[in-house]
């Protein structure tokens, strides 16, 4: 007797243009082991797909870029599963794959919290992505959540803004609105608030995984706007009024590049030998940080002093040359107070905060502990991916080979957590003032901060010599430390809240 | 060892001594600025004085010598950050580091190139590590991953020979002096308390000290050969000096009895030695059945620490082979129809079923329950026609013609209660040489219970003659069959009502009986003077499902009360909706757990999955959609795929290609179970009408059902 069993696959509504894309560039792989996108001409005439605005999956990066990388075996491999686990790839994941290594962790993490067994509903999940997103206006992340959020059962009533959804999602703005701009603001009357027993309460393991959530799509955010994602070519018009969106945001995105006159940008308009000697220099500097580091022994005053420099200093990259940004209201119906952004850490001299010594509240030590005990596994994947990223290099440096990059990494990492205000006691943040030039201090600022203001212009200025891959690569390091600090300061407040 | 040196590590990387006999007020002694990042850890050598040790999170580890300027030697993990060093307190050259990434290492401190030995001990960061001070070879380590492990370092190859699991992260471990198996621990977050766990009773620990308000920060035990006393440190800046027997036994309050039930019936004890030797002269439980067949006792060698003194003693008993047999749950479960068909129809199956195991009572619910909800199309329609034709003194006949050719189930159901009422009587014999089943309860009877189910019984037996007396003298023929006082085994449910004597229970209940009966079965022509009693009836039972609904829903708390969760949860599903609202979700979502784990404890799979499928229980409903995997082989080399993906690690193929189209196949797939080829579900379909063999032409006779 025969018998037979069905295949329930959640994700199985997708494009005809991406099973064209799978079954054209398949094939060939498995042969040849041959880049995957490299069909691309017999592709576009098989689909028929509206010209796109820019081609590639990202505006900042030319096409041909984004294929080209080494270990191209794996790397297909690791598309070819992506793909047919979600049943799209989308241009973040393409972008991402120029470090596969790196890729294989983020996606193993995101899939876990979006799909996987965890205290939250599947629709929740998508919509709390939508929520981060928004602070960040990124509809790219925004249009591809609602479409996950319409397909895991959502209801359709919530997308159309915030005053729709149930109390208990809406008391989840307070904390959405503090991590993506100001995470240190977070105090544990804040979790008090959303976990004491109510109608509405939030149970302490859904809580985090709803910040777990937050933390990643505010992250996410910052990569996509930093490396110039591009909206997805979905044929899929059954949303099509979205998808205009998109594509004017997109416009006025690219055409924002004439509001900065920064003088930091235009001033860096060197020519190409200029610029070299400037890798150069930077190789010099990086060589001489890592050998003679006993000669300059600062003390701990004149550290002090550093970090706050250069907390100040963060001040300075950007002074507000922005207008009020237009929101358009297909975004700021999942925002609320939109005008609450991103204020300097280390302006706020009346209410003075107290710095987050990075030691009181490590990752590695306290922020895994609490994250895995209530949201189990969760940690691991995390604790993987900021290794991995930490620890990700290829010992180059634009033309040059067998370079150790670690103080360059930990430049930036730290960078970032310093503009978050937490510090590190065994870093000298002298080293940031040498590493980071101010160019690239600017788009590190607006990455992180408000990424939503990037331009290409801010991201072709800085670091010229360099490989769009490295490119890449700091803006993952950057996405990575964001998110870290959102979750360090989430879950010192649970601490403090359990205690 | 002198007294007054004192050494730091800062988070900076910058090591310090002082020297607390410094005159001057800056205690300050030595400077190491050598390491780059944060020093997790400093250890002075046991024995000689100006030794320092420190481990670094940048991966190296330095020694001191005080007397010099600089480190002496310096180790390289080639690994990641080192939480913590320890010097062996017997081997003098000897130290132990633990790493970030779960490793430990053992080096000769005269040999800086390479470790002695290493070995993975944790699953994540080692936070810290304890030389045992008597046994030269034990080595405790803690780490993130809550565990507490001894290792034995005698052998060529380190090997665990205790674990404790503890709560949370495990931030210190230090043994307990004098006390060869004790070890002190205290947690790194959460969890704020200090235990002395003894390692070979690794589930509970022997004393805790619940005094502080933060995470303790350090433990130490005050002086090398006193394990009375022991020094804690903690973020909530307090400094504790626990005194041993303050600390707090949680032994005291765990509960020292243990008892399970086996699936058989059998009845495992466990319990304090001392207990069960005081009792065990007296014999426990007179004309038990049971009797103990296994009785083990286990002694600890003697201890000088009180705690220790753990003994217990098991003994199980057995039940004897009849009375414990849980056959009939197994059969009944197998047998059981719970969707698919007509509600009559299950209810007349399940029935069958029931009484086919001699489970009268079930049975009898199972009947009550089809007559309660399945004739209710019935009562409408012939209602229906009662109306049109009131007043003709033709009517009863049409309204039987009627009925008759009513087509759905009808002609059925009366034959199927004709069979009933011939099996019901065989029942009534049966029950009589009062056979009793295995249920333990069955032992009570309610008297009061048994003249209502008989009459319950005969309603249906003999309906012509109930059916005219029912309306015209209802209180006699209660009386009138009370008389059989036999004891029949009797569950109550249906019962219930009129045992209550109750008129108004009585009447909705007996007439709504009699009418169905009435339609479905009696062809005889009545009187038009019982015509009107009948329409009257009928009347009345226009509501009647609902009306019944808190009858019911007694009957199945009662089931569930006694234990039998089968029939309640059987019910459950077979009724749907029309009982669901009245059983609040939580109750149900109590049963449906029980019965499922009930079934798969006799690996029943198949039928727990099924009512896990039909339950209307959200909590229910979605145990089969979170955490179930499906392990998959590849169609093409056979072997497990280990991917989440679609793709075969090994041979680079996509498992799941329609065998007639040669696309993969996304969303639906089916397979056959013969050859393990399959695809899109409408190709397979299209290509089995015309074709028998599979499509990917391997030969096999594929078949779709």
């Not at chain 1, 860096?268 to 990086?286: P, T, Y």
């Not at chain 1, 430049?411 to 503009?419: G, S």
């Not at chain 2, 019965?595 to 799979?605: G, T």
Request: charged share 25%; with cysteine.
């Amino acid at each position: 007797m025969a018998h037979h069993q069905l295949w329930k696959n959640l994700y199985g509504n997708n494009s005809r243009y991406l099973i064209s894309l799978f079954f054209a560039g398949v094939p060939v792989c498995m042969q040849r082991s041959f880049p995957l996108f490299s069909q691309q001409p017999s592709l576009e005439k098989r689909v028929q797909v509206s010209p796109p605005l820019t081609r590639g999956p990202s505006a900042f990066i030319p096409e041909n870029e984004v294929m080209q990388a080494n270990g191209l075996d794996e790397r297909t491999n690791l598309l070819v599963e992506e793909y047919s686990t979600s049943g799209r790839l989308d241009n973040i994941t393409q972008v991402m794959s120029i470090h596969t290594q790196y890729l294989e962790s983020f996606l193993r993490s995101q899939f876990y919290m979006l799909r996987m067994d965890g205290p939250l509903p599947l629709p929740y999940r998508h919509y709390i992505a939508i929520m981060a997103a928004a602070r960040h206006q990124c509809s790219y992340l925004i249009n591809m959540h609602v479409d996950e959020f319409l397909k895991t059962g959502g209801i359709a009533e919530w997308l159309n803004g915030l005053e729709y959804i149930p109390q208990r999602l809406k008391n989840l703005n307070e904390i959405n609105k503090l991590l993506a701009h100001r995470p240190w603001l977070i105090t544990k009357e804040h979790i008090q608030k959303l976990v004491k027993t109510g109608e509405n309460n939030w149970s302490l393991p859904e809580l985090v995984h709803a910040v777990v959530l937050l933390a990643h799509y505010h992250a996410l955010a910052s990569f996509v706007f930093g490396s110039g994602i591009n909206p997805e070519r979905d044929p899929d018009t059954s949303n099509g009024v979205r998808l205009i969106a998109v594509n004017n945001f997109c416009v006025c995105d690219l055409a924002n590049d004439n509001n900065i006159e920064n003088a930091s940008l235009t001033s860096s308009n060197f020519g190409i030998a200029d610029s070299l000697s400037e890798l150069e220099a930077l190789m010099e500097r990086m060589k001489r940080l890592q050998e003679d580091k006993e000669d300059e022994e600062a003390s701990q005053e004149e550290m002090d002093t550093r970090f706050e420099k250069e907390k100040k200093e963060s001040l300075l990259v950007i002074s507000g040359a922005f207008d009020d940004e237009i929101v358009s209201t297909d975004v700021s119906r999942y925002v609320e107070d939109p005008g609450f952004g991103y204020k300097d850490f280390a302006r706020r001299g009346e209410d003075h905060l107290p710095t987050f010594r990075a030691q009181d509240y490590t990752w590695e030590n306290h922020g895994f502990s609490l994250v895995n005990r209530l949201y189990s596994d969760i940690g691991h994947l995390l604790d993987e991916k900021f290794r991995m990223v930490y620890n990700l290099t290829y010992n180059t440096m634009a033309t040059h080979e067998d370079v150790d990059t670690t103080t360059l990494r930990r430049a930036l990492f730290n960078y970032v957590h310093c503009m978050y205000g937490i510090r590190y006691d065994d870093y000298d943040y002298g080293e940031v003032n040498q590493l980071l030039e101010r160019s690239l201090k600017v788009y590190i600022k607006t990455v992180t901060c408000y990424p939503e203001r990037t331009t290409k212009r801010m991201y072709d200025s800085y670091w010229r010599q360099f490989k769009h891959s490295e490119k890449v690569h700091v803006n993952l390091l950057l996405m990575e430390a964001r998110m870290q600090a959102e979750l360090l300061y989430a879950l010192r407040a649970i601490t403090r809240h359990l205690t | 060892m002198d007294e007054n040196l004192l050494a730091t590590a800062a988070t900076n990387g910058v090591v310090v001594t002082w020297n607390l006999g410094k005159p001057s007020r800056n205690k300050q002694d030595q400077l190491f600025t050598e390491h780059k990042r944060t020093v997790n850890k400093v250890c002075f050598h046991p024995t000689e004085v100006y030794m320092l040790l420190s481990g670094s999170q940048d991966g190296y580890m330095k020694c001191f010598d005080l007397r010099k300027k600089d480190s002496v030697s310096t180790f390289s993990g080639q690994s990641e950050s080192v939480r913590d060093v320890q010097f062996s307190i017997r081997d003098y050259f000897t130290f132990a580091a633990t790493f970030e990434n779960g490793n430990v290492q053992l080096w000769d401190i005269r040999r800086p190139d390479r470790y002695e030995r290493m070995f993975t001990a944790h699953n994540g960061p080692v936070f810290c590590c304890d030389w045992h001070p008597e046994d030269r070879g034990w080595l405790a380590t803690g780490g993130r991953d809550k565990m507490v492990k001894v290792w034995d370092m005698n052998t060529t190859r380190a090997k665990e020979i205790y674990c404790v699991q503890t709560i949370a992260s495990v931030a210190r471990v230090k043994w307990r002096p004098e006390c060869k198996h004790h070890i002190a621990t205290c947690s790194m977050m959460v969890d704020h308390n200090i235990y002395v766990w003894d390692v070979r009773r690794p589930f509970i620990p022997s004393a805790m000290f619940e005094e502080h308000k933060d995470v303790t920060t350090g433990i130490v035990w005050r002086h090398l050969h006193d394990p009375y006393f022991l020094l804690s440190g903690s973020k909530d800046s307090t400094l504790y000096q626990h005194i041993f027997k303050d600390a707090s036994q949680p032994i005291d309050r765990a509960n020292p009895e243990g008892l399970c039930y086996s699936l058989y019936g059998d009845l495992a004890f466990a319990a304090k030695e001392s207990l069960i030797s005081s009792d065990s002269n007296r014999k426990p439980y007179i004309g038990d059945r049971r009797h103990p067949i296994f009785f083990k006792r286990k002694l600890d060698p003697t201890e000088q620490f009180e705690y220790i003194s753990s003994s217990s003693a098991l003994s199980v008993f057995e039940t004897d082979v009849e009375s414990g047999s849980m056959d009939w749950f197994v059969h009944t479960a197998k047998q059981y129809a719970l969707a698919g068909r007509p509600l009559a129809e299950l209810c007349d199956h399940n029935a069958k079923v029931a009484k086919g195991l001699d489970r009268n009572q079930v049975a009898q619910t199972w009947t009550m329950l089809r007559i309660i909800y399945s004739s209710l199309g019935t009562v409408s329609s012939t209602n229906l026609n009662h109306s049109m034709g009131k007043g003709s003194t033709t009517l009863p006949l049409m309204n039987s013609f009627n009925l008759k050719d009513i087509p759905s189930g009808l002609g059925s159901e009366s034959r199927l209660d004709r069979s009933k009422g011939e099996s019901r009587t065989e029942n009534i014999l049966m029950d009589s040489s009062s056979t009793l089943i295995n249920n333990e309860d069955n032992e009570e009877t309610e008297g009061s219970d048994v003249p209502a189910d008989y009459l319950l019984g005969d309603v249906e037996a003999d309906e012509d003659d109930l059916y005219m007396m029912d309306h015209e003298n209802p209180h006699a023929e209660e009386q009138e069959y009370s008389l059989p006082q036999e004891a029949f085994p009797l569950r109550h449910e249906i019962v219930d009502n009129p045992s209550a004597l109750d008129h108004l229970q009585d009447k909705a209940d007996s007439p709504h009986v009699s009418g169905n009966e009435a339609e479905t079965v009696s062809l005889t022509p009545v009187e038009s003077f019982s015509l009107i009693s009948i329409s009257h009836s009928l009347y009345e039972n226009r509501l009647p499902s609902d009306f019944f609904n808190p009858i019911v829903r007694d009957t199945l708390l009662f089931y569930a009360e006694q234990g039998d969760v089968q029939t309640a949860v059987s019910v459950l599903i077979v009724l749907g909706d029309r009982i669901r609202k009245e059983i609040d979700e939580q109750t149900q979502e109590h049963w449906y757990t029980s019965y499922i784990d009930l079934l798969q404890r006799f690996q029943l799979w198949n039928i727990s999955n099924e009512v896990i499928k039909l339950s209307t229980c959200r909590a229910i409903n979605c145990l089969n959609q979170a955490s179930t995997t499906l392990h998959i082989n590849c169609s093409n080399c056979k072997r497990p795929m280990s991917n989440r993906g679609w793709i075969c690690d090994r041979c680079r193929q996509c498992a799941s290609m329609c065998a007639v189209c040669h696309h993969v196949v996304k969303g639906l797939f089916v397979w056959c179970q013969g050859c393990s080829h399959g695809g899109h579900l409408q190709h397979i379909m299209k290509w089995l009408e015309t074709s028998s063999h599979c499509p990917a032409g391997c030969g096999h006779l594929c078949e779709y059902t």
